[in-house]
Structures are given as C-alpha cells and as structure tokens.
C-alpha cells in the first residue's frame, strides 16, 4: 500500500515537473506585450466573421465562433503566461461581489437605465418622438421569455467580452498608459473589432446599416461607454464583474427600447457627457485612479491582499 502512494506521489511530481516546463516553453513563444494579443483576437474574429457574411449555411456558427475568439485567446493566454495565484485572481474578480462598494453598486445599477429615460424623455420634450417599446412588451408578457432573452444577451456578448477587455486586457495597457489613454486605446481598438458584423445578415449591427447615421451612433458610443467601464472597473477594486453588468444593461437596454434617430442621437451624447464628468473628476480628485501594483506582471492582486 505505501508502495503505491510512494508511486502515485512521484508519478504526480513527475507530471507537474513537465506541465511546468511545458507551459515555460509555451509561454516564451507567446508575446506578453497586449497589442499582440489585441492583433491576434483582432484577426481571428474578423477572419470568422468575414466568413460568417459569406458563408450562409454556416453564417451563425462562424458568427459566434468569432464572438468566442476573446474569450479563448483570454485562457490560452492565461494558461501559458500566468501563475495559479493570478489565474483564482482572474476568476476571483468576475464573482467577487464585496469588491463593488455600496455606491458604486448604486452607480452601475443606474447609470445606464438613467441614460436610456433621460434620452427618451428629452426626445418627447424636444421632438415629440417616444421610444418604440414593442419588443419589451412582448416579451415581458412572458417572464420566462424574458429571462431567457436576458441570459442570452448576457452570455452573448457582456460575459466573453468583459472577461477580455476589462479582465485581462486593461491591466496590461494601463501598465502602461495612464488609465485614460489606455481606455482610449482600448475604445478605439473595441470600434474596430466590431466592424465586420455589419456585414452579417441577422446581426445587430446590420440592422443598423453601413455608413448610416446609426453605424455612425453606434460605433461613437463605444469610446465613452469605454471610459465608463474603465473607470468603474478601477473604483471597484478592478471588478470584471461590474463592466459585465454595465456592458449587459446597455445591450438588453438597447435590445428592448427603439428609440428614433433623434433619440439615439441624445442617448449617444449622454455618454460622452458622462465620459467628460468622469475624466474632469479623475483629473481634479486626489484619489488615485489606477489600483494596480507596480510590478513586473500583470500587476494582479493576491487574493485577500488589501487594495
């Protein structure tokens, strides 16, 4: 009996000795540098999702493969360039509740909802225009519906991304920008990652058209909304989980309420007025903005360290 433990534990030895050198090797071949990994996500979504638009009979499977390319890249990249302690910190900050204090939980629960009323009731003030609730309506006839449409939105697109974006990504840059420039780098790379599903039938984005003024709406709505979950992100202790829920109530908001042109054009300047208050704030506070560490990798915290 001792005999077999002895194996067992020199077998076990032996396998993470060689999982070890095995990962070291990987993760020398791997550039650390984050717009190597931003190149990398960059060309392989488009790459499906160009095929998605072409591709008719696989349109749907190239077009979630494409969505699911950030989210891989995140692992692979984890698995080979990480250790355990940073890997549970990883996870520990998309499920860690205590990390978001009681305000900024009465912030992400009410930036957005705020923006989309404020947006309609000045159309109707100003223009005369009310928001199309059709499709809210419908589907809140069903509750199970509606939770079941909420789910997919938020596995569809607020998950994968955040857990790439804000969880991983965003460290790396703000290492090395100031946490402005960095979340503009990061806006402006998020603009042109989602290009190509304008040219995919069923999508979102081409039901708003290409060079129209909703393509153009769209697309400038992602750097302020950048900025937001940026800033969010480091005043909740570098929180992934409070950029999911901000990133799910704008995509389920904008799902549900059809605002018109007039409408969508307000909501946009909504979010650039709240990207200027944040940014006039973080520059007149004496608080710091950026939590990480300075360290030499990806400056993630031990878990139970103090921030």
Avoid: C
């Amino acid at each position: 009996m001792s005999g077999e433990i002895f194996y067992l534990l020199i077998k076990m030895t032996i396998m993470s000795r060689l999982q070890s050198i095995y990962s070291r090797k990987i993760s020398e071949k791997v550039p650390s540098n984050p717009f190597y990994f931003l190149f990398y996500v960059l060309i392989l979504s488009w790459f499906f999702w160009i095929l998605a638009s072409q591709v008719s009979d696989f349109s749907v499977l190239f077009h979630y493969i494409g969505g699911a390319i950030p989210f891989l890249m995140t692992l692979l990249f984890l698995f080979v360039q990480n250790t355990n302690a940073e890997r549970h910190d990883f996870l520990l900050r998309v499920i860690d509740l205590k990390r978001i204090s009681g305000h900024i939980w009465l912030l992400i629960i009410f930036i957005v909802p705020a923006g989309f009323f404020i947006s309609g009731s000045l159309d109707w003030l100003l223009f005369g225009k009310t928001p199309i609730l059709d499709h809210w309506i419908n589907i809140s006839a069903k509750p199970l519906g509606l939770l079941l449409f909420a789910f997919f939105i938020l596995i569809f697109g607020p998950v994968p991304e955040e857990i790439t974006w804000r969880g991983f990504v965003l460290d790396k840059l703000q290492n090395r920008y100031p946490w402005l420039i960095a979340n503009l780098l990061l806006g402006t790379f998020w603009m042109f990652w989602h290009l190509p599903l304008f040219l995919i039938p069923g999508s979102y984005q081409h039901s708003l058209g290409i060079l129209t003024p909703w393509f153009w709406l769209f697309l400038a709505a992602l750097i302020p909304q950048t900025i937001l979950m940026g800033w969010v992100y480091n005043q909740a202790h570098r929180s992934t989980l409070s950029a999911i829920i901000i990133h799910f109530l704008v995509n389920l908001l904008g799902e549900l309420v059809d605002f018109s042109l007039s409408g969508e054009i307000l909501l946009t300047a909504y979010w650039w007025i709240v990207a200027i208050v944040i940014i006039i704030y973080s520059f007149k506070t004496d608080k710091p903005i950026n939590p990480l560490l300075e360290s030499t990798s990806l400056h993630l915290e031990q878990p139970g360290k103090e921030e």
